[in-house]
Nanobody, 116 residues
Framework: QVRLVESGGGLVQAGGSLSLSCAAS????????MGWYRQAPGKQRELVAT???????NYADSVKGRFTISRDNAKNTVYLQMNSLRPEDTAVYYC??????????WGQGTQVTFSS
């Protein structure tokens, strides 16, 4: 069993930046990928960015060039640096760990809200 704890959400203004963190409760020796998803009110959860165990990254078109996913294996933590934030980035951001093709773990989510 793995518990994922996200942090770093909050209020942000146009063009602002936020950094999200997702810490796993134990060392993950083998996994498929870790990543970030988001869900805006009334919308389905969507992929934001993922990183495979080999470091291959994948981004949603809407965040390319603005968001960066990274990982610190020593801290069992994955990060999402979000720059040039837009109102449409408002959502609950979830961390996901794809441990195996069957076992996926999700964090509790952290809210990112655009403030005018």
């Amino acid at each position: 069993q793995v518990r994922l704890v996200e942090s770093g959400g909050g209020l942000v203004q146009a063009g602002g930046s936020l950094s999200l963190s997702c810490a796993a409760s134990r060392t993950i020796f083998s996994f498929i990928a870790m990543g970030w998803y988001r869900q805006a009110p009334g919308k389905q959860r969507e992929l934001v960015a993922t990183m495979s165990s080999r470091g291959t990254t994948n981004y949603a078109d809407s965040v390319k060039g603005r968001f960066t996913i990274s990982r610190d294996n020593a801290k069992n933590t994955v990060y999402l640096q979000m720059n040039s934030l837009r109102p449409e980035d408002t959502a609950v951001y979830y961390c996901k760990l794809a441990l195996t093709p069957i076992y996926n773990y999700w964090g509790q989510g952290t809210q990112v809200t655009f403030s005018s």
